[in-house]
């Protein structure tokens, strides 16, 4: 697995608001258009989107998962560069002590992804297919 974090998605309870807090608050730049159920801002270094908590438990059908506002309402993910990666991310995981919380398959988004949790339960998803990967190992945004 490469050194990176490709996206950070906080869940939050009103995606309009926190849209205003990141975008007109701070002046993070973001594509977002009301009705299209996330957020992605251009950052440095990473990705950082908005995501309704309900849609993202639905992402997730593991009922010990319930994703909140705050420390539980995080996932982390991790893009690869090629479909078969994420098999092998996945399996790394696993055999260093991750917890399977999602296998890998194919995503309505059009890509494939899985979800892992760390030992201390923290939630990763391994995900192909959503952006390219520039060379240096961000994501391309449109």
Same mark, same amino acid.
């Given at each position: 697995?490469?050194?990176?974090?490709?996206?950070?998605?906080? $869940? &939050?309870?009103?995606?309009?608001?926190?849209?205003?807090?990141?975008?007109? =608050?701070?002046?993070? +730049? @973001?594509?977002?258009? +009301? $009705?299209?159920? &996330?957020?992605?801002?251009?950052?440095? $270094?990473?990705?950082?989107?908005?995501? +309704?908590?309900?849609?993202?438990?639905?992402?997730? +059908?593991? /009922?010990?998962? @319930?994703?909140?506002?705050?420390? !539980? /309402?995080?996932?982390?993910?991790?893009? !690869?560069?090629?479909?078969?990666?994420?098999?092998?991310?996945?399996?790394?995981?696993?055999?260093?002590?991750?917890?399977?919380?999602?296998?890998?398959?194919?995503?309505?988004?059009?890509?494939?992804? /899985?979800?892992?949790?760390?030992?201390?339960?923290?939630?990763?998803?391994?995900?192909?297919?959503?952006?390219?990967? =520039?060379?240096?190992?961000?994501?391309?945004?449109?």
């Amino acid at each position: 697995m490469e050194p990176r974090i490709s996206l950070i998605t906080l $869940g &939050v309870s009103n995606l309009e608001r926190s849209v205003h807090f990141y975008r007109d =608050g701070l002046g993070w +730049p @973001t594509s977002y258009e +009301p $009705g299209q159920g &996330v957020a992605f801002f251009k950052t440095w $270094g990473s990705v950082f989107a908005l995501y +309704p908590l309900e849609e993202m438990a639905k992402e997730i +059908p593991d /009922g010990s998962f @319930t994703p909140q506002a705050g420390a !539980c /309402g995080i996932t982390l993910a991790h893009n !690869c560069r090629e479909r078969q990666d994420v098999d092998t991310v996945m399996a790394q995981a696993i055999a260093a002590g991750g917890q399977l919380r999602k296998a890998a398959s194919d995503t309505f988004w059009g890509g494939y992804s /899985g979800y892992f949790s760390d030992p201390d339960g923290y939630v990763w998803e391994i995900a192909w297919g959503a952006f390219p990967i =520039g060379e240096d190992g961000h994501l391309i945004l449109p």
